[in-house]
Each structure stands twice: as structure tokens, then as C-alpha cells.
């Protein structure tokens, strides 16, 4: 990471990528870190009762963590640690993610988007919308030819997308910086400028969180959208029908699959 850094600040591009890629591999067939995992879970498992730390650790996976999961280790909590301030958070944390848990219809929203209309939930009743939430992360890179396959296969067949990124004028700038050629094989890309290239021109309609949006930043609040590639699937009744990384993605893929296909 040390070595990302100084490559960025000398612009150094073909040692940042170079260094990203070590990175993004780094715990790939790691004993140390499946050993810590092991050891981390023990632990988690042995102290039901919770306390400070696991609360703390546990907060940072529990959006997308699932419900029956996350409900039943807030359970075996004593008391004590109920009522302490990172119990209590976790108490507001699960009261939301229940909100919007697979099978509850989609709270209402609206999303200002790139070409100046605005759209909101009711504007898709009766089909299915795919929120995709995107950016400059190697998985929504590696997964966003399989987005546009899917669109590409249901956009006549009562399937709609929205983009969801933080600034395309950013990305476009990332894009630019990329050398011509460049490859990314930790992630199975052979052209990266090519690959974000074709982000910037998705076919659907994108909106931003970070241009003086602020509904749709509170868009991504409510729906507790916590990285990329995030996707959430909204059915023709407004029903939440998946929410989660590459997950849900491949959950709408089986259930568009199902319902749509011939």
C-alpha cells in the first residue's frame, strides 16, 4: 500500500498499478489470514454474550450481514451490553436493515438524474428496477459487462436501471489516467481504459450522490448502499427482491431469468 502511494504521488502508473494489483491480491491463499479468520469466528462463537469490541467489529458488516443472522446474535446479548451506546446503535442498525429487508416493500425515494429529470418509486410500478450502484472498485469493474449483458437481455421485457455513482466527472478523470494497454489480471481484465471507458457509457440512466444531490445520497442512505458493486432489486409490487453486493446481482439475474425469460 506504501508502495501504491509513492507511485501515485510520483505518477508512476505502471508502479500503481502494478502495486494495486499485489494488493488486491494480497490475502489470496493467505494461511496467516485464514488462520485470524478462524481464530476471529472462535471467538465471535464463545463469547455469545458480546461485549465492546465484538459490537464494534460486528458494525462494520452488519448492513450487509443477514437479517436472521444479525438479529439472532443481537439476542444472545446480555443486558449490559444491550443497553451500552454500541448496543444501542446496533438496536437503531437492525430497526432499519429490517426496514428494508428482502421481501418488505421498497421505502419511497427519489433520484435526481444526469440528463435533469427526476424519478421516483412510483415511476416504475409494475416492472422491475435494478438500482445499480457503481464506481472505482475493481468488482464493479469486473462485474459491469455482466450488467450490461442483463440490461441488454430485459430492457424491452419490463426491466429498468438506474446507475448510482459518486461523481462521473471523477471517474471520467480516473479513466483518462489510465495508460493505453493497461491490463488488470487479479480481476480477469486484459484492457482497463477500454473496461471503464464503456462505464462511462453505460445505456441506462445514471445519477450522482456527490454533485449538490442530496436526495440521492439520502437515496443510498435509506437503502443503507455501504460500497460497490451494490445492487438492489425492486419487483413490479414495489417488493424488495434482493439487496446485496455481487450477490443480489446474480440473485435478479435468476429471478429476471425466471420471469422474464422465454
Not at 462494520?60 to 454500541?86: C, F, H, L
Not at 450490461?148 to 424491452?156: F, S
Not at 438492489?232 to 440473485?251: K, M, W
Request: with cysteine.
Amino acid at each position: 500500500m506504501r508502495r501504491l502511494s509513492e507511485a501515485n504521488a510520483s505518477g508512476d502508473s505502471e508502479a500503481a498499478q502494478k502495486a494495486g494489483e499485489e494488493f488486491n491480491r494480497f490475502y489470496n491463499n493467505n494461511p496467516g489470514a485464514d488462520r485470524s479468520k478462524r481464530l476471529w469466528e472462535k471467538y465471535f462463537k464463545d463469547n455469545p454474550q458480546g461485549n465492546s469490541y465484538i459490537l464494534v467489529e460486528r458494525l462494520q458488516e452488519i448492513s450487509y450481514t443477514p437479517i436472521n443472522e444479525a438479529k439472532k446474535d443481537y439476542d444472545a446479548y446480555s443486558p449490559e451490553v444491550k443497553e451500552s451506546y454500541y448496543g444501542k446503535a446496533s438496536a437503531e442498525l437492525l430497526t432499519r436493515l429490517e426496514a428494508i429487508a428482502v421481501g418488505r416493500q421498497a421505502p419511497d425515494f427519489t433520484l435526481s438524474l444526469t440528463d435533469g429529470t427526476t424519478v421516483s418509486k412510483d415511476d416504475f410500478k409494475g416492472k422491475y428496477l435494478l438500482i445499480y450502484h457503481w464506481g472505482m472498485c475493481p468488482g464493479s469493474m469486473q462485474i459491469d459487462p455482466e450488467v450490461r449483458a442483463l440490461y441488454g437481455k430485459y430492457n424491452g421485457k419490463d426491466l429498468s436501471v438506474i446507475g448510482l455513482t459518486e461523481s462521473i466527472d471523477e471517474f471520467r478523470n480516473f479513466a483518462e489516467g489510465i495508460p493505453e494497454g493497461s491490463s488488470s489480471q487479479s480481476i480477469g481484465i486484459d484492457d482497463l481504459k477500454a473496461r471503464v471507458t464503456e462505464m462511462l457509457n453505460h445505456p441506462w440512466k445514471e445519477a450522482e450522490t456527490k454533485t449538490g444531490r442530496p436526495e440521492n445520497q439520502e437515496t443510498a442512505d435509506t437503502f443503507l448502499i455501504t460500497g460497490w458493486p451494490y445492487f438492489i432489486l425492486i419487483g413490479p409490487d414495489g417488493s424488495i427482491l434482493a439487496r446485496d453486493f455481487h450477490n443480489a446481482f446474480y440473485q435478479a439475474k435468476t429471478i429476471l431469468d425466471d420471469r422474464l425469460g422465454e
